[in-house]
């Protein structure tokens, strides 16, 4: 794995009466954080495999564990253009491997087996190998997410808002209407690319709430489970 491809990552849930805090911070900070693209929601269908090895591994917090996820953005049922993910965490650093897919939930008589079986068959044969086993769909993310930069262009802040999930387990098609709210909550999350760890534990210093660990399929799936 090459490090310049590292990237880190810290994220910090903000209570919805500390989000004005958050926003004054980010705009007034010496870095000047700036919106940096249009605001979109971004849908993610998350896989794992049929013992939940990847929900296992990230409950615990295992040093190293990874992700398999499908995004896309804007309409839930409706992608001009997807990608399948291969998201790995090592001891705090990611790294991501992506595919751009045709993928399309549309179709109401599209079976998720058909779905999948789609996907896999747009890969070339090498990639398939790093698939493995997390073909089974779990649950659909779906958020409001905006975007900002820093002007020298080195860290960027993402604030995710109106989380909610579908739950795919127990359904043969896709379920886009049904879903269930992580909470009265948003989530600021600080990037930056190897090398730049120090200015990144500066920021993270200067900001009003403490980072804590976090992660969406992980919530999602307690929320499901509990519901």
Known sequence: MNAKNLRFEVKIPVPLNRL?????????????FKNRYKDRYVNSLYLDDPMMSIYEE??????RRKKVRIR????IIKSK???LEFKHRISGK???TTFPLSFDLSDSFV??????ADCYSQLEDYDKTKWGNSISPVLICRYHRQYYESACGIMRATIDS??????????EKPNTEKSVSLGEYVLLELKTEHGSEKELSALIATCPL???RHSKYVLGIRTLFWN
């Open 20 to 32: 004005e805090d958050i926003l004054i911070w980010l705009r007034t900070h010496p870095l000047m």
């Open 58 to 63: 990230n409950l615990s917090g295992v040093s």
């Open 72 to 75: 896309w953005y804007k309409s």
């Open 81 to 83: 253009k997807a990608c």
């Open 94 to 96: 990611g790294h991501k």
């Open 111 to 116: 079976t998720w087996r058909e779905l999948i």
């Open 162 to 171: 109106k989380i909610q999930v579908y739950d795919q387990r127990s359904h």
């Open 210 to 212: 403490r980072p804590s």
